[in-house]
């Protein structure tokens, strides 16, 4: 088994690791950064980026994610394509290995996992994915704009999603598997209050339909009579929930019950010293790019923070 000791030990490369990288790395902290399983992160399956600021004209997802890698890499960033497989956090320094094999020493550790959109396994899901199939209103509900769309999911994200999209389409279909919604009451009545979205109740998705040009149209499977009905549809947006990727970290560090990383109010740090969240992996509110890099930069500040101290305990 490899050792290496590093000072900043970065998991996971989306907006917020390679965000953390470049702030540790102008601190001359020499980050070591590991890809994870999808280097880049969500926005590697994003086509079109326009919400980001200083991109005038948009910018293409997987674009953005190696400019970041280069301008972290550029400061002394080393960056490994590799996947952190499991953590010791009962001494200090911490101890990770990597693909099983290699065993890293770090002082500090940025964990920016991130999470993952929950899928309903479709085949045709994965087959228009970015052509009219999205896991984020707020990101591409604009592409949408006086369309007609269909949102599936009964909880307050799905509610959110739903009265979101209905300022831009036309119409909104709110797909709902059983006959009543998980959503808070206040967001039902909500939903509900909107004149341009139609509930559909004890629906199952049964296939999304489309050609070349993208989607265009859900076909929906009544559970209770067994009836089929199609839905002209342009988009279809999952809100179905989201997977924070940090079950290796699961036993180590305090998680709410959906495995959100628990961080101190305003600070990016967790229960164990210098081990910090930043990112999806922590927050389970915003998630977006520009929250994530801005976490980013907060987790690599608190990490050169933590660290000069034990620097200064050292000493003493």
């Known amino acids: 088994m490899a050792k290496e000791e590093v000072k900043v030990l970065i998991i996971g490369s989306g907006p917020a690791g390679y965000t953390a990288a470049i ?87 940025i964990i920016a996992t991130g999470a993952s959109a929950k899928y309903l396994g479709l085949p045709s899901e994965a087959k228009y994915n970015n052509n009219g ?10 592409f949408y704009r006086g369309k007609e769309v269909a949102v599936v999911g009964a909880g307050d994200s799905a509610a959110e999603e739903a009265t979101y999209l209905a300022n831009l389409c036309t119409k909104v279909h709110l797909i709902v598997r059983r006959d009543e919604m998980r959503a808070s009451k206040i967001m039902q009545q909500r939903v509900k209050n909107t004149a341009n979205i139609e509930i559909h109740w004890n629906a199952e998705t049964e296939e999304i339909l489309g050609n070349e040009t993208g989607v265009t149209g859900v076909r929906l499977l009544d559970n209770k009579t067994g009836a089929k009905k199609i839905l002209d549809v342009q988009g279809f947006f999952l809100a179905i929930g989201h997977k924070p990727n940090t079950d290796i970290f699961k036993g180590w ?51 050169e923070k933590f660290l000069v101290a034990k620097e200064m305990e050292a000493v003493h």
Do not use: W
Request: charged share 20%; proline share 5%; glycine share 12%.
């Open 253 to 303: 560090l305090d998680m709410d019950d959906t495995g959100y990383i628990q961080v101190l109010p305003g600070t990016t740090k967790t229960n164990i010293e210098g081990v910090f969240a930043v990112g999806d992996a922590a927050d389970r509110i915003y998630r977006q790019a520009i929250t994530a890099a801005g976490t980013g930069c907060m987790g690599a500040l608190d990490a």
């Open 23 to 109: 702030y540790a790395a102008r601190a001359g902290l020499k980050p070591v950064l590991y890809t994870g399983g999808q280097p880049g992160g969500q926005l590697t399956i994003t086509n079109d980026v326009e919400n980001f600021p200083g991109y005038p004209d948009g910018v293409n997802g997987p674009q953005m994610m190696i400019d970041l890698q280069k301008q972290a890499e550029r400061f002394g960033t080393k960056v490994h394509y590799g996947l952190v497989t499991s953590v010791d956090f009962s001494g200090y320094p911490h101890k990770v290995v990597v693909d099983e094999k290699d065993e890293i020493i770090a002082h500090s550790i």
């Open 133 to 142: 199939v999205s896991a984020c209103a707020v990101c591409d509900g604009y």
